[in-house]
């Protein structure tokens, strides 16, 4: 399985941007799919997890509302839409997948991508 994650940059407060992460060995339909983000000197966070048995989209608190979470099956890619980007939604944002039907999204989720960079700044 490999994941590399695209589409970070820099962008003004308010602004948006679209991460991108194409999974090559995964099938989509027996994958739980999860969008995580690190800050300098945080925790790694989960920002939105899809999970394929319930057949539901979950995000994290503080980017409720702001951001949407996407796949495409025949793409083999899996999005991250973040718009009324802010300050503090700055860090390495990494896409990452776990196996089976029943998985979930967590800190130790089987595959992992490499991160790719968003800092919101003016």
């Known amino acids: 399985v490999q994941l590399q994650a695209s589409g970070g940059g820099l962008v003004q407060p308010g602004g948006s941007l679209r991460l991108s992460c194409e999974a090559s060995?995964?099938?989509?339909?027996?994958?739980?799919i999860g969008w995580f983000r690190q800050a300098p000197g945080k925790k790694r966070e989960g920002v939105s997890c899809?999970?394929?048995?319930?057949?539901?989209?979950t995000y994290g608190d503080s980017v409720k509302g702001r951001f949407t979470t996407s796949r495409d099956t025949a793409e083999n890619t899996m999005y991250l839409r973040m718009t009324g980007l802010q300050p503090e939604d700055t860090a390495v944002y990494y896409c990452?997948?776990?196996?089976?039907?029943?998985?979930?999204?967590?800190?130790?989720?089987?595959?992992w991508g490499e991160g790719t960079q968003v800092t919101v700044s003016s």
């Open positions: 990452a997948v776990s196996a089976g039907y029943y998985a979930g999204c967590n800190i130790g989720m089987d595959f």
């Open positions: 899809i999970k394929t048995s319930e057949g539901s989209i």
């Open positions: 060995g995964v099938n989509f339909d027996y994958y739980a």
